[in-house]
T-cell receptor
Framework: GIQVEQSPPDLILQEGANSTLRCNFS?????LQWFHQNPWGQLINLFY???GTKQNGRLSATTVATERYSLLYISSSQTTDSGVYFC???????????FGAGTQVVVTP | ETGVTQSPTHLIKTRGQQVTLRCSSQ?????VSWYQQALGQGPQFIFQ???????GRGNFPPRFSGLQFPNYSSELNVNALELDDSALYLC??????????FGAGTRLSVL
């Protein structure tokens, strides 16, 4: 099956710093989503981005499908950005996501 | 707000018991998928239902079963609970080839 690798596994940031999270995948995908999992377990959808670039406030994401990677940018980080960020891909038409192992982000005041 | 509701939020069971977890979604979301997330790991796909039929299954034994109902609600049933079944169980709903929305999950502890 498809392999999804996220890096780095852990990230500690000072409030106000910028960062880039990476997701590599081993096969072509129909769907790619970035999620933020809060401390209570809720997976919040950040971006639905099978290709191209999107921005939402301080967050933006880019997927280069031909090179099989996606990047999530966090700018001017805030303590509320802390949590685990997951990249998940769909390889078929249905909802069988393959998740990466996640990046644990801690933003300190 | 994702429009996906899971119940209960927390559950404690003992080994060998059976459990039913529930998920309800927005009207029009005709696919529902269930995932198991062990502590410190990414969610693992259990199975998916589309129009009330199972439409794909991950590497989980038959004691994990499910149902999808015409009103867009769904159940995950686990029989003969084992200690390793302790995890966060997530459901996701949506339309094929489109964005998927996750519920807040049910945290199951098996003692």
């Amino acid at each position: 099956g498809i392999q999804v690798e996220q890096s780095p596994p852990d990230l500690i940031l000072q409030e106000g710093a910028n960062s880039t999270l990476r997701c590599n995948f081993s096969d072509s995908v129909n769907n790619l989503q970035w999620f933020h999992q809060n401390p209570w377990g809720q997976l919040i959808n950040l971006f639905y981005i099978p290709s191209g670039t999107k921005q939402n406030g301080r967050l933006s994401a880019t997927t280069v499908a031909t090179e099989r990677y996606s990047l999530l940018y966090i700018s001017s980080s805030q303590t509320t950005d802390s949590g685990v960020y997951f990249c998940a891909v769909l390889t078929d038409s249905w909802g069988k996501f393959q998740f990466g192992a996640g990046t644990q982000v801690v933003v300190t005041p | 707000e994702t429009g996906v509701t899971q119940s209960p939020t927390h559950l404690i069971k003992t080994r060998g018991q059976q459990v039913t977890l529930r998920c309800s979604s927005q009207s029009g979301h005709n696919t529902v998928s269930w995932y198991q997330q062990a502590l410190g790991q990414g969610p693992q796909f259990i199975f998916q239902y589309y129009r009330e039929e199972e439409n794909g299954r991950g590497n989980f034994p038959p004691r994990f079963s499910g149902l999808q109902f015409p009103n867009y609600s769904s159940e995950l049933n686990v029989n003969a609970l084992e200690l390793d079944d302790s995890a966060l169980y997530l459901c996701a709903t949506g339309m094929p080839k489109n964005i998927q929305y996750f519920g807040a999950g049910t945290r199951l502890s098996v003692l």
